[in-house]
Each structure stands twice: as C-alpha cells, then as structure tokens.
C-alpha cells in the first residue's frame, strides 16, 4: 500500500463530484490515516455534507448517519435492545456500529444526548445496557456543524469538541469552483464514488504513521506552539496536551501521504488552524477571534 497513491486514487475520485475542496478532502484524508474523527464547519450549502459521504464511498467499508436534530436521542445513535418473540434480549445497534459515521449538523442536537459520542470518539467502544462493545476497526466519525449565528444551533462542549482531531473550516466556493460545481452538476449522473481503499488498506496505512520520523526541532516547536495559546493575552482557554499529540498525529500522516518519512515546522504551521481552533476560547473583548491568535502565534513564534 503505497499512501501517496491512495489518496491521489481518492482525491480522483472525490473531484469527479465536487468542485475544488482540495485542502479539505486532503485534511479529511490525513485525519483518517491518523485515526481521527473531522468536524468541519460552514455555512449550509458549501457541500460539507455531500463532501464527506463521497470520501465515505471511496472506502469499502460500512456507512451510517445520523441526523442531528432537537429530538435526536441517545438510542438514534448507539441503539436498544428488546426482547424478542422467544424472550431473549436483542441488541438493534445504532449507526455508530458503522466503519465510517456522518453526524450531520451536529450542534442542532441537545448536548444530553452528544454526550453519547464521547465514549465512542475516544475509546472506540460503546455501552449498552451496561454491556461494553468494541467499536469494528476502523472507525472515523465526519461531523458536520453550522456557525453559531445560524438559528437552532448550540456551541458543542469543550469536551466533546476535543475529541475531533481536527476541526476544518468549509468556507464559500470561488467563482471558478462554482462555475465548475455548475458544469458537474449538469452533467451528473446518479452514480456513486468508486470504491478504491479497503479497510485493509485503511488500517496499514494507519499503521504506517508510526513509522513516520519527529525530529526534536519539530517536538519543540510543537510545544511551544501550544503554549503559547494558553499564555496568550486574548485567549481564556488553550490548547491542551491532546492538542500536542494530534499536531504529532496529523504531521505524521501529511508527511505519509505527500510520500516522506520525516515531519518538518512548516507541517506544523499547516496544520496550526484545524488542529487548534476548536480548542481555543477567545475573550470576548479580544476582537480578534481564534483565526487572529492561531495566525499572530504562528508569525512570532520562532
């Protein structure tokens, strides 16, 4: 399995169906070789949606999704048992017992029943009825979610946020990317991506990150780059240890993928907004926002 050619087979076929986007399907791409679960971020209509479930195709792996709604419950996402005509207890599992999940709009669900995804997001199991489920590998979950200003929307907590590896942030097409976007859409057929990673593939290559080299310039610059959010003047809250390892995860798998065995700074600088935004609390008298404090450290830090 060579990781270079994996993601140029999927980027191939990703693009056959959605205009532009490369920064983000690469992203998406790198957190699932890294073995970590996306959110991305966009106002409706910038295909985040479409985007996922169609990186979600190319793997030939189990699908489910889940729709974040008001009324969303705890038993749409992991399931519940009953008890059948013969008196045994049966487990009708949830989308969660998927490969790949899509949760889509996830801040328009209550937080009581998010909070079902924790257990799932960091350990890859589930409980159900006091009965502990190992989660089939692998298992990446693509959570979609509208900025706070759009109506039904709540911030999701800290502590869920946290477990994405990385948050993106889906922003409006370029005019070309639209005129392309026109020109897919009316030459579309109703076909799906072709399938062209395994789960097989899926896990070695997940396995192969580890053997990807951090030079000590790079762990340092690592932790001084976190650091520095949680000293900085602007913000309340920084990044935490968790965002240190996912700079190491997300570096390894970049490097992976662009074919190299070593992870350098300017990795890191890339990958300074996803890893870090959604773990950052900025005062709100500050004015310049988490982008602002991600890219002034990123400038001064040396």
């Known amino acids: 399995m060579d990781p270079k050619a994996a993601y140029e087979a999927v980027y191939g076929e990703v693009k056959k ?151 993106i942030e889906v922003t409006y097409p370029s005019m070309s990317e639209e005129e392309e976007m026109l020109r897919l859409k009316e030459s579309e057929e109703k076909t799906v991506a072709k399938r062209v990673l395994s789960k097989d593939d899926v896990l070695q290559m997940q396995s192969m990150v580890n053997g990807v080299k951090m030079p000590d310039d790079v762990e340092e610059y690592i932790t001084k780059l976190v650091d520095a959010t949680r000293t900085e003047i602007h913000t309340v809250m920084g990044g935490s240890p968790r965002a240190e390892i996912s700079f190491m995860k997300c570096a390894k798998a970049k490097a992976l993928i662009e074919g190299r065995n070593g992870i350098t700074i300017d990795d890191v600088k890339y990958l300074a907004r996803p890893v870090l935004s959604h773990r950052i609390v900025a005062r709100a008298t500050g004015g310049i926002g988490v982008n602002g404090i991600i890219d002034g450290i990123v400038a001064t830090l040396h």
């Open 17 to 167: 169906h959605i205009a532009g986007k490369e920064d983000t399907i690469k992203l998406i791409f790198m957190a699932m070789v890294a073995n970590g679960h996306v959110l991305l971020e966009g106002v409706p209509g910038v295909a985040k949606t479409t985007m996922t479930k169609t990186i979600a195709d190319t793997i030939d792996a189990s699908f489910g999704r889940i729709q974040g709604m008001p009324d969303l419950d705890i038993k749409d996402i992991i399931g519940f048992t009953y008890i059948d005509e013969n008196r045994n207890v049966v487990l009708k599992k949830g989308p969660i017992f998927n490969n790949v999940l899509l949760i889509d709009e996830l801040n328009r669900a209550p937080p009581k029943t998010t909070t079902a995804l924790l257990e799932a997001l960091e350990e890859r199991q589930v409980t159900v009825s006091d009965k502990t489920m190992q989660l089939e590998k692998p298992f990446m979950a693509l959570a979609t979610q509208n900025p706070l200003n759009i109506e039904g929307t709540s911030p999701l907590p800290k502590v869920l946020a946290d477990r994405f590896l990385m948050r």
